[in-house]
């Protein structure tokens, strides 16, 4: 007569469902984790937009810091000048007429 152990099947069974376990939680992990690709992509796509959009902010300063220049004592600009004052001021020379 012979016995059997059902010991060691039970152990191997364990082993391949701790094993597997802890296989899909790092799978899972290194993809939606908090260093995991979908949260790279995520931090890839901010950077993008936040570098444009620095692009953007850094034109329009140096737009502002010409215009300024433009305006300053040392470098008076008349068109610039005559244009701000139509704009903002309103007005207009005696020989102009306005059309709406």
Known sequence: MTTRNTKKPLGVLTFFVVASGLALYFTFAAVQGDYGLFRRAEIEQKTRK???????????????????????????????????????????????????
Do not use: C, H
Request: no cysteine; glycine share 2%; proline share 2%.
């Open 50 to 100: 936040l570098t444009a959009e620095l692009t953007k902010t850094n034109a329009e300063i140096k737009q502002m810091e010409n215009l300024t220049r433009r305006l300053s004592d040392r470098y008076l600009d008349l068109d610039l000048l005559d244009e701000q004052a139509r704009r903002i001021l309103g007005v207009i020379r005696p020989d102009e007429i306005v059309i709406r």
